[in-house]
């Protein structure tokens, strides 16, 4: 079942209008223009699979618990942290054509950022419409919280009644941060079971012993209304010295659609290391 059209355009607003921050805050206001055709994003399922029964699949992802998840960035006021912040803009091909850098301490609390390096190449393309989906804001802010872009409440590859849209797998057993995890990907059917759903392809990283999710990327292919969207959404965690579980990575990548446009595609990471109580 299809999501609905107020959903899917508040994922794109949220998809879009949180690269334009980080965008608008170091001097460009949107992302870039390009010839029809694009780069793909290329594979995701890049470790090896199990072979598992489906029924012992979807019991691992019936036991998922998703509060460290949706509650990691709420942590960060806890601890001093550094942030690093690339945004790139690609060009057809997937080439970098320009990309701006900047890396921030965060004292613990709720105050702005430091900024202690900032470093850009290349040109940005300026204007257009959807550099008027958010209002710039202030560079040296605190992170924005990125998990419910990642997923959503009731994701359709998690809700019983439409799991029968996609295909699951379980990957090799991996540590994340030295922690026991399972790796679950669901894929969305190519048939008419699973061609309506605009999630296509998710990887769940789930800590073994709490069942707590601790990482997750989500492939997306949309159409509302003029737009059409392709992105990915990456968001992992690791532990904080206090062994809670705190934001690691977080990678956005889109390519949308605007009539009468050329296509625009973007890529911005952002890493967070040197957590410290004090």
């Known amino acids: 079942m299809q999501p609905a059209p107020l959903k899917r355009a508040r994922f794109l607003h949220i998809v879009m209008g949180g690269w334009l921050l980080v965008v608008g805050s170091l001097g460009c206001t949107s992302p870039p223009e390009h010839g029809r055709g694009s780069a793909a994003f290329g ?12 029924d012992s699949v979807l019991a691992v992802l019936s036991r998922l618990n998703r509060t460290a998840f949706d509650s990691a ?12 912040v690339r945004t790139e803009q690609l060009d057809t091909t997937g080439a970098v054509t320009a990309h701006r850098t900047h890396t921030l301490r965060y004292s613990p609390g709720t105050a702005p950022g430091t900024i202690q390096r900032a470093d850009s190449a290349g040109r940005f393309q300026a204007g257009g419409l959807l550099a008027r ?5 202030s560079r040296r802010a605190r992170p924005g919280n990125v998990a419910p872009q990642a997923l959503p409440d009731r994701p359709a590859y998690l809700a019983a009644r439409t799991q029968e849209a996609y295909r699951y797998a379980l990957r090799r057993d991996s540590l994340l941060d030295g922690t026991p995890t399972h790796v679950v990907e669901a894929k969305a059917r190519l048939d008419e079971r699973g061609a309506d759903q605009s999630i296509r392809y998710a990887r769940l990283t789930i800590d073994r012993s709490s069942h707590e999710l601790v990482g997750l990327t989500t492939a997306r292919a949309s159409q509302l209304l003029l737009f059409r969207e392709r992105s ?13 579980w705190v934001p690691h990575l977080t990678r956005v990548r889109a390519v949308v659609d605007v009539p009468l446009r050329a296509p625009r595609q973007f890529r911005t990471v952002s890493a967070y290391y040197g957590y410290d109580t004090r």
Request: hydrophobic share 45%; net charge positive.
């Open 73 to 84: 960035f709420a942590r960060l006021d806890a601890y001093a942290v550094t942030r690093h």
């Open 43 to 54: 594979a995701l399922d890049t470790t090896e699979a199990t072979d598992v029964p489906r």
């Open 133 to 137: 989906l958010t209002p710039a804001q």
């Open 232 to 244: 990915q959404v990456t968001l992992r965690l690791r532990r904080a010295p206090d062994a809670a």
